[in-house]
Each structure stands twice: as structure tokens, then as C-alpha cells.
């Protein structure tokens, strides 16, 4: 619960301490959420910017890009430098009847914008304007390559109704190139908050989940290159978000409990491991690992308030065994990484 903010600013953007980890709360007495930033050496996370939602990392360069709620019933796409500052409003001349989501991609050169419920916008250096799609899935997240150059998206009428297909576009050329689609061999997971999509550290494969059978989920993998696929299964605890590592065949993943496990297919007798436990109450989701694989965040929700701000952030080492959750903050929605922090 954040009681009271850091104001501070500082002279030049240089001299920002650069953050661990951004995401979105609700202030208390405030209806309107913030963004705030936390150094995991600090106490207390700093309010950067008012009235603002995001939902994807900094950038490369050192950029935020959010959603800002006006008080028409409208929305504004903005980015942003990390400290805040020089906030630049987005195709602010786009007739659009909302803009239901906005990500930047690693390098900034590039921001994939939800619009108008179905439809899936790129713009190019903040004033190049592509439209990807008019069918792309509502209730879900696109993902930019961590290079930049892509972008994988589902279309299909919504999160809840199938059938479903995964879309990947090339973007490192002066018009956008579809690179495949191909459909799903069955429904995305329906979990509260935006299902999203996984990159391979590569930029070669992608992941999601997926529910076929009655029994167990799947685990989705494919490549834009050929007819690669592959799944595996996820029996008894389900599977409604994963997480690649360095090792193949071996993921983080949130069961349809709400817990977070590693799972490794290589092993039989001690495949799924505990990394976060949920309980009766709650579940945990967007979990999220630095990028040494040595942090998990992610918030949990109690299952008696399912509003997007009722969540706790909550971090927990991944090397410290049988290591305790550290509760960061409340009135949470989602957090992330900022992967391009110096050393």
C-alpha cells in the first residue's frame, strides 16, 4: 500500500538512478493508478509517473511507453524517458475508440498499440503508422522479439472463443512482412488478466499455453522458419503462462491453482518443482525473471477481488532454496524488468 510517493526529480536524465523493476499501482486515496519504480536495494518504490498504466519493460534506449485514461472515456498512448519526463503523446490524431494496450519494443524503435477491441496497430518511430490486423484477439498481449525485429500476436474473436491462430511479423523492413500463421492446435488458457506470448532468447521460437484435453494443458512451441512445432504436457496442475530458460525443455510455468513451478521435462521422478506457492485464497500470475534467472516477480491475487489493482507484488530468489517471498508492494497490476540495467 503506497501511502506516499518520492517527488523527486532529478537535474538530467543521466543522473537517474537506473531501477529494477517498473510496474503499475493504485495509490491509496487515488483513482487513478501510477507508475512506479523500485531498485531492489531500495524500501520504498518511487512514483515516476501519474496516471499512467503499463504493459511491457523499458527499452533499450531507455523509454517507457504506457496508457493514460482521460476523463472522456477515452485513452492516450504516451512514452516516456525512465525518470518520466518528456512525456510525447501518440497518434493523438488516429480516430480510435480506444486504445486498449501499448508495448515498446526492445530496441524503441517500434510500439504495437490495441485499438478498437480487434485491432493491432505498429508505429515506427513514434510517427509511422502500420496496421497489422483486424482480427486480433481481444483479452489478449502481443510480444516483440527480444531483438525488436518481430512480433507475435493471436487473432481470432477473443480470448474465450476459438479457433485461434499465432501471427508473426518481420518489422526491420520499411513495410511490415507476415512471416507465418498458422493455427492452433487448440484454445489459448483462459486465465484473469491478458494471456501473452514467450520469445526464445534467439528470437526463434515462440511459447504459449494451450488447453486440449480434459486432462492436461499444453505447452505450445513454434518457429516462423518451416513447419516446426512442438508441445508438451502439463498434466494434473495445469498450465496458464510460461516462461523459457537457457535449457531446453525446462520452463517456469503458473498452474491453473495459481502456482508457480519449474518444470523439467527431462526429469521423471522430480519434474515439477516448487517455485511460489499459491493458496486457497489466492494465485499467482505475470510472473516475470531478470535476466541472470536468479528473480522471479510476479502479483497475487485473491481470489475474492478480482479487479485489475487488487493484487500484491511479490518477488522471490530462484538460486536461495526454500526461499520466502518478499512482498514489495500492494494495489498492484502487473510489474517488469528493466533488463538493460547497468551492472
Known amino acids: 500500500m503506497f501511502l506516499a510517493c518520492d517527488p523527486c526529480r532529478y537535474d538530467t536524465f543521466y543522473h537517474l538512478p537506473e531501477g529494477d523493476i517498473y ?12 507508475i512506479f519504480q523500485i531498485n531492489l536495494n531500495q524500501t520504498n518504490p518511487r512514483e515516476i509517473i501519474k496516471n499512467g498504466k503499463i504493459y511491457s519493460p523499458p527499452s533499450q534506449d531507455k523509454k517507457i511507453v504506457f496508457v493514460r485514461d482521460n476523463s472522456t472515456g477515452s485513452q492516450d498512448v504516451i512514452v516516456a524517458n525512465l525518470d518520466g519526463t518528456n512525456q510525447r503523446l501518440i497518434a493523438s490524431s488516429y480516430y480510435w475508440y480506444s ?5 515498446i519494443s526492445s530496441n524503441g524503435l517500434l510500439i504495437a498499440i490495441g485499438a478498437n477491441g480487434n485491432e493491432l496497430w505498429i508505429v515506427r518511430n513514434e510517427n509511422t503508422y502500420y496496421k497489422l490486423s483486424s482480427s486480433f484477439c481481444k483479452g489478449t498481449i502481443p510480444s516483440f522479439s527480444p531483438d525488436g525485429t518481430k512480433i507475435a500476436f493471436i487473432e481470432g474473436k477473443d480470448v474465450y472463443t476459438p479457433p485461434q ?16 500463421k498458422k493455427m492452433l ?24 499455453c494451450l488447453e486440449n484435453k480434459e486432462t492436461y494443458d499444453l505447452i ?38 495459481g502456482s508457480i513451478w519449474l518444470v523439467n521435462f527431462n526429469e521423471l521422478s522430480s519434474r515439477y518443482r516448487f517455485v511460489s506457492q499459491a493458496s486457497g485464497f489466492s494465485y ?16 497475487r491475487y485473491y481470489r475474492d477481488e478480482l479487479n485489475p489493482f487488487g493484487g500484491t507484488l511479490e518477488l522471490v530468489s ?26
Open 185 to 208: 492446435p487448440g484454445q489459448m488458457v483462459e486465465i484473469f488478466g491478458e494471456p501473452t506470448i514467450s520469445w526464445s532468447e534467439d528470437n526463434t521460437f515462440v511459447y504459449l
Open 284 to 299: 499467482n500470475l505475470f510472473p516475470r525473471v531478470d535476466k541472470k534467472f536468479s528473480n522471479l516477480i510476479y502479483t
Open 318 to 343: 530462484l538460486t536461495e532454496k526454500n526461499a520466502k517471498p518478499k512482498i514489495i508492494g500492494s494495489n498492484v497490476y502487473r510489474a517488469f524488468w528493466n533488463i538493460f540495467k547497468k551492472e
Open 165 to 180: 491462430s499465432l501471427v508473426i511479423f518481420y518489422l526491420a523492413t520499411d513495410i511490415p512482412q507476415k512471416l507465418c
Open 99 to 103: 486504445r486498449d494496450f501499448a508495448i
Open 23 to 34: 510496474f503499475t499501482a493504485l495509490p491509496v486515496n487515488s483513482f487513478e493508478p501510477s
Open 220 to 257: 505450445y512451441s513454434t518457429s516462423f522458419e518451416g513447419s516446426y512445432e512442438k508441445v508438451w504436457e502439463v498434466e494434473f496442475i495445469g498450465c496458464a503462462e510460461v516462461i523459457p530458460t537457457k535449457n531446453e525443455n525446462v520452463f517456469y510455468i503458473t498452474g491453473r491453482d
